[in-house]
């Protein structure tokens, strides 16, 4: 009953006895789950302790490990919105001095992407990950030590270093270790471990405020979960596509089975990875890759992607939030309560993109994030300008008024600035919230999956290049936009609003769908043209798997060890 009726087998034989593994379909199921089938060499058959596994979850761990990451990531950027300005006034800084020290960390970020590609290429995601720890802990403790302009610059540029490798190396070690129908969920939670590390940042912040603005304790702070992180993945295994690439095809199927378990899906899944990798191709170079015609448009749409994520203004907002609603009229302390509260609204939006991202899609989140994004900030552009005048004509007029119509101008102006005040918070928060939804998960989810194993390496190195380099650049000038004058600044945060117009215009007609396929098929699905992998992707989701997607009860079946 077991070898004839409800089973595919296929017998490896070692030595004298020789181990059947069995595979059921998922309609039946043994109800004694806990045996293991041996025949031996003159054919007795004998049952005990068989294991029928489908994914056991073992990608729990990886999925874990891999968030402190992105949770330094995100406190690193976030704590510096509260901090910064007591860091300029402990250390004497001045405004560029005070830019620097903000924008190194994005700049460096984006200097240690070029060698991030290679570094995963040669060492592996695991060891990648590792030596970024080493540099989250390095970068936090040498802010504690930290005595003038350059040594704060110096830590910052360590912690830029960290972030930028730590960025590279997570999403693709999250995206080859785990399943697909669930990738975009588990790839999702290191954006939402981003939003949680920007609360913490904001809360330690309110409640170092209390301590003397003690700027030197909520910026070490990241040297906590750097050491977790470092510590965890000591006991977590390699990248399996890593190995496999690498030609170590036993410890990749050891390695895979251990995460996926060892069901149809799974197997079938690894046997599309090791034939992918047994091609004989070798990796691309930079200006190789760009000269091949297959590769140009996957490569173009993980730099769009990671362009919308920055220039949409995200971490303009995040990084100066407090100094924004400063700006508005609120007092320091409110301030921080509101970059805070608006942090939250942000932090909402990746947990809706989280339950959705694997059932509406990473394209339609990307679609409606833009499109909702673009009207906040507009909003927030023309609050700006308001003010600007605002403080404009009180400066013009004062020396005109008489008594009593100071005081009816004082009340009419206290009113205003109140609504404005509320606008301001308003705008911030729904600019937050839409920017969680989609434009900040998704563009590091797709960047993870679409690059074939070819250029995966430098493809992701290179699109975490782009986000860096414009999130310093946008670092360093809005400061001197927001000090010129708020008329300024509302051009910039306007500039910002048209970016995310005509991102949402450019991912209805370019983006393709990737939910819920393997990343061998997403492979395939870029090999087309743009306009042909839309709508196939489209077909893709919205179907259920073709017969010849899934293997058939009567179809012999390998084992993949064996094999190997």
Same mark, same amino acid.
């Given at each position: 009953?077991?070898?004839?009726?409800?089973?595919?087998?296929?017998?490896?034989?070692?030595?004298?006895?020789?181990?059947?593994?069995?595979?059921?379909?998922?309609?039946?199921?043994?109800?004694?789950?806990? #045996?293991?089938?041996?025949?031996?060499?003159?054919?007795?058959?004998?049952?005990?302790?068989?294991?029928?596994?489908?994914?056991?979850?073992?990608?729990?761990?990886?999925?874990?490990?891999?968030?402190?990451?992105?949770?330094?990531?995100?406190?690193?950027?976030?704590?510096?919105?509260?901090?910064?300005?007591?860091?300029?006034?402990?250390?004497?800084?001045?405004?560029?001095?005070?830019?620097?020290?903000?924008?190194?960390?994005?700049?460096?970020?984006?200097?240690?992407?070029?060698?991030?590609?290679?570094?995963?290429?040669?060492?592996?995601?695991?060891?990648?990950?590792?030596?970024?720890?080493?540099?989250?802990?390095?970068?936090?403790?040498?802010?504690?030590?930290?005595?003038?302009?350059?040594?704060?610059?110096?830590?910052?540029?360590?912690?830029?270093? +960290?972030?930028?490798?730590?960025?590279?190396?997570?999403?693709?070690?999250?995206?080859?270790?785990?399943?697909?129908?669930?990738?975009?969920?588990?790839?999702?939670?290191?954006?939402?471990?981003?939003?949680?590390?920007?609360?913490?940042?904001?809360?330690?912040?309110?409640?170092?405020?209390?301590?003397?603005?003690?700027?030197?304790?909520?910026?070490?702070?990241?040297?906590?979960?750097?050491?977790?992180?470092?510590?965890?993945?000591?006991?977590?295994?390699?990248?399996?596509?890593?190995?496999?690439?690498?030609?170590?095809?036993?410890?990749?199927?050891?390695?895979?089975?251990?995460?996926?378990?060892?069901?149809?899906? +799974?197997?079938?899944?690894?046997?599309?990875?090791?034939?992918?990798?047994?091609?004989?191709?070798?990796?691309?170079?930079?200006?190789?890759?760009?000269?091949?015609?297959?590769?140009?448009?996957?490569?173009?749409?993980?730099?769009?992607?990671?362009?919308?994520?920055?220039?949409?203004?995200?971490?303009?907002?995040?990084?100066? #939030?407090?100094?924004?609603?400063?700006? #508005?009229?609120?007092?320091?302390?409110?301030? *921080?309560?509101?970059?805070?509260?608006?942090?939250?609204?942000?932090?909402?939006?990746?947990?809706?993109?989280?339950?959705?991202?694997?059932?509406?899609?990473?394209?339609?989140? +990307?679609?409606? #994030?833009?499109?909702?994004?673009?009207?906040?900030?507009?909003?927030?552009?023309?609050?700006?300008?308001?003010?600007?005048?605002?403080?404009?004509?009180?400066?013009?007029?004062?020396?005109?008024?008489?008594?009593?119509?100071?005081?009816?101008?004082?009340?009419?102006?206290?009113?205003?600035?109140?609504?404005?005040?509320?606008?301001?918070?308003?705008?911030?928060?729904?600019?937050?919230?839409?920017?969680?939804?989609?434009?900040?998960?998704?563009?590091?989810?797709?960047?993870?999956?679409?690059?074939?194993?070819?250029?995966?390496?430098?493809?992701?190195?290179?699109?975490?290049?782009?986000?860096?380099?414009?999130?310093?650049?946008?670092?360093? *000038?809005?400061?001197?936009?927001?000090?010129?004058?708020?008329?300024?600044?509302?051009?910039?945060?306007?500039?910002?609003?048209?970016? +995310?117009?005509?991102?949402?215009?450019?991912?209805?007609?370019?983006?393709?769908?990737?939910?819920?396929?393997?990343?061998?098929?997403?492979?395939?699905?870029?090999?087309?043209?743009?306009?042909?992998?839309?709508?196939?992707?489209?077909?893709?989701?919205?179907?259920?798997?073709?017969?010849?997607?899934?293997?058939?009860?009567?179809?012999?079946?390998?084992?993949?060890?064996?094999?190997?």
């Amino acid at each position: 009953c077991l070898c004839c009726c409800y089973s595919q087998v296929a017998v490896p034989v070692h030595g004298n006895n020789a181990t059947i593994s069995i595979f059921y379909p998922q309609h039946k199921r043994m109800e004694d789950e806990e #045996s293991l089938c041996e025949v031996t060499s003159n054919g007795s058959f004998r049952a005990e302790n068989v294991e029928f596994q489908g994914r056991k979850g073992g990608h729990k761990k990886v999925v874990i490990g891999s968030a402190l990451g992105f949770f330094l990531f995100g406190y690193d950027t976030g704590v510096v919105s509260g901090a910064s300005k007591w860091m300029q006034n402990d250390l004497e800084m001045t405004t560029f001095e005070k830019g620097v020290a903000v924008g190194i960390t994005c700049i460096m970020a984006a200097v240690s992407c070029t060698f991030a590609g290679p570094l995963n290429e040669k060492y592996g995601r695991r060891m990648s990950i590792m030596v970024s720890s080493v540099m989250f802990t390095v970068g936090a403790l040498g802010m504690v030590v930290s005595q003038g302009a350059l040594t704060a610059i110096l830590p910052r540029a360590c912690l830029g270093l +960290a972030i930028g490798i730590a960025t590279t190396s997570v999403p693709l070690y999250v995206a080859e270790c785990v399943p697909p129908n669930n990738r975009g969920q588990l790839l999702i939670l290191n954006d939402l471990c981003v939003a949680v590390g920007q609360v913490t940042a904001g809360l330690f912040n309110v409640f170092f405020r209390e301590f003397g603005h003690n700027w030197r304790a909520s910026m070490g702070f990241a040297a906590v979960p750097a050491l977790l992180q470092l510590v965890l993945f000591m006991t977590l295994p390699e990248s399996p596509r890593w190995l496999a690439s690498k030609g170590r095809n036993a410890e990749a199927c050891d390695v895979f089975r251990s995460l996926a378990g060892n069901g149809p899906e +799974a197997e079938k899944e690894l046997r599309d990875v090791l034939t992918k990798n047994e091609d004989g191709e070798h990796d691309l170079g930079f200006f190789e890759m760009w000269r091949t015609p297959r590769y140009t448009g996957v490569l173009m749409i993980g730099i769009i992607l990671q362009v919308m994520n920055q220039a949409s203004g995200i971490n303009t907002v995040m990084y100066y #939030s407090t100094s924004i609603l400063e700006h #508005s009229g609120f007092e320091e302390k409110h301030a *921080i309560w509101g970059a805070v509260a608006c942090t939250v609204t942000q932090t909402l939006g990746v947990v809706v993109s989280i339950t959705r991202m694997d059932i509406w899609g990473r394209r339609f989140l +990307a679609i409606l #994030s833009s499109a909702l994004v673009a009207p906040f900030i507009s909003v927030l552009a023309v609050c700006f300008s308001i003010i600007g005048e605002a403080g404009s004509s009180d400066s013009d007029s004062s020396e005109f008024v008489g008594t009593a119509t100071l005081t009816t101008s004082l009340e009419t102006e206290s009113s205003i600035s109140l609504l404005l005040r509320m606008i301001v918070v308003g705008s911030l928060a729904g600019y937050l919230f839409s920017f969680g939804l989609g434009l900040s998960g998704v563009p590091w989810t797709m960047n993870a999956e679409i690059f074939p194993h070819r250029i995966r390496n430098k493809g992701q190195a290179q699109s975490t290049f782009t986000n860096w380099f414009l999130n310093g650049i946008i670092a360093i *000038i809005f400061p001197v936009f927001m000090d010129t004058s708020s008329t300024a600044a509302s051009i910039l945060l306007g500039f910002f609003g048209l970016v +995310a117009l005509t991102g949402c215009i450019w991912f209805y007609h370019y983006l393709p769908e990737t939910m819920h396929m393997t990343l061998e098929q997403i492979e395939d699905l870029f090999a087309m043209p743009l306009r042909q992998a839309v709508l196939k992707g489209r077909q893709l989701t919205r179907q259920p798997p073709s017969p010849s997607d899934i293997p058939s009860q009567d179809e012999p079946r390998k084992v993949l060890t064996e094999k190997v």
